[in-house]
């Protein structure tokens, strides 16, 4: 099973990922986990149109990556993306993208993936407080 994180940045993983895998992959002095492991998607605008980029490396403050929309001519969230590709193809895509499609982008240049409402509605089933809140059974 991979797992997807949507947040600044959007995480597919597998679920036995260790965490200071994720918190500091030392191999390549990035906060990104290894693309064996798992998928990091971020979303930005180019030419003011959304692009969904597969984030490769964290350099604090920039990032540097796939452009998927660019190179599978496929405009969408990265939600989108995954649920059309999957995880194994969009894997093997990243590995073998050509530079044409590489990227650098500051944080700045990146959007919410909560969008740009006003209201949110967040869900977290594991935290007691946030199970209550929506009157749902705490797991």
């Known amino acids: 099973m ?13 679920p036995l990922i ?16 290894p693309l064996k492991n798992g998928i990091t998607l971020a979303s930005t605008n180019i030419n003011e149109k959304p692009h969904t980029i597969a984030v490769i ?4 403050g920039l ?3 796939i452009d ?8 969408g969230s990265p939600i989108q993306l995954y649920q059309q590709f999957g995880y194994d193809t ?11 499609y590489h990227v ?3 944080y700045n240049d990146l959007l919410s993936p909560a969008g740009t409402g006003f209201h949110h509605i967040a869900l977290g ?3 007691r407080k946030h199970a209550d809140e929506v009157g749902a059974e705490y797991q």
């Open 57 to 60: 490396h964290d350099f604090g």
């Open 63 to 65: 990032i540097a990556g």
């Open 18 to 33: 260790k965490a200071n895998e994720l918190i500091n992959n030392t191999k390549t002095n990035s906060t990104i986990i």
């Open 125 to 127: 089933l594991n935290y």
């Open 68 to 75: 998927l929309t660019k190179m599978l001519n496929q405009p």
């Open 90 to 100: 969009l894997a093997t895509l990243i590995a073998q993208a050509s530079p044409l």
């Open 104 to 106: 650098k982008l500051t």
């Open 2 to 14: 991979k797992h997807l994180l949507l947040g600044f940045l959007l995480l597919i993983s597998t």
